[in-house]
């Protein structure tokens, strides 16, 4: 719903209704959960988005005939097509962010994730203002970079028909932008800083746990469909055994 102003309207507690900007970010909602999913949609509307909210997968696909969304917020459980099957679903046409939540806390449901695409995981309970900046966070990083020549110089490494600005967390491939994940970003961030050098895994963990670690190793699997040729044969992106990775590049 939107006034002559253009400002969108969400549904808030009782008959109250949230103004948002009709250019604000609009975020797809998806929980069986109709108390959580409500308390959600009013929270991102009261901080500046707009909002549709699903109960299941097949709700959200629908809905998404009509709208075009800039992040998903989506559960993991639900009956029927989990969240898990709904995200995969989702990447086969599109990289639009997904944040992921979740009542489990079992390390193989955030692999799972990752290995799907998703952007993010935040596991339930969880503060609403945690939500809100991760969401944030992850739409940030995916907003299309500056065209080439409109920002100011930064260092670039070169990899095959890549460029990756460190400064930015920029890649691209000719003039195309290529999008990456928050956590891709940071670790090619990290591997690009130290070009040519062996990076141990648990520099790229950022903590050295040990599922940190295995996340690790699904980022990079994800980054190589990104910018190998061959990702089964890795050229540019390769491993060191016993130690951890090396990028292959020029500055």
Request: proline share 6%; glycine share 8%.
């Amino acid at each position: 719903m939107t006034d002559a102003q253009g400002v969108g309207t969400v549904p808030a507690a009782g008959d109250a209704r949230i103004e948002v900007p009709d250019h604000a970010p609009h975020v797809l909602v998806v929980d069986d959960d109709r108390r959580l999913r409500d308390l959600i949609s009013k929270y991102l509307a009261e901080n500046g988005f707009r909002v549709t909210a699903a109960a299941s997968a097949a709700e959200a696909r629908a809905k998404s005939e009509h709208f075009v969304f800039d992040a998903l917020v989506l559960d993991v459980m639900m009956p029927g097509e989990t969240g898990f099957a709904y995200a995969r679903a989702v990447r086969e046409t599109s990289d639009t962010p997904i944040l992921m939540l979740t009542a489990r806390t079992d390390a193989q449901d955030r692999i799972t994730g990752l290995e799907i695409g998703a952007d993010d995981y935040l596991s339930k309970p969880f503060e609403p203002r945690e939500l809100v900046l991760r969401l944030g966070n992850i739409l940030k990083r995916a907003a299309p970079a500056a065209p080439a020549g409109e920002a100011a110089p930064g260092e670039e490494i070169r990899f095959g028909p890549f460029v990756f600005r460190l400064d930015r967390g920029d890649l691209r491939r000719g003039d195309e932008a290529v999008r990456l994940t928050e956590r891709e970003r940071e670790i090619l961030t990290i591997l690009g800083g130290r070009v040519n050098e062996n990076v141990p895994r648990e520099d790229l963990s950022g903590a050295g746990a040990a599922l940190n670690e295995r996340t690790v190793d699904v980022q990079i699997n994800r980054l190589r469909r990104k910018i190998e040729v061959d990702p089964a044969n890795p050229l540019v992106l390769q491993t060191v055994r016993g130690v951890g990775y090396r990028l292959v590049a020029e500055r």
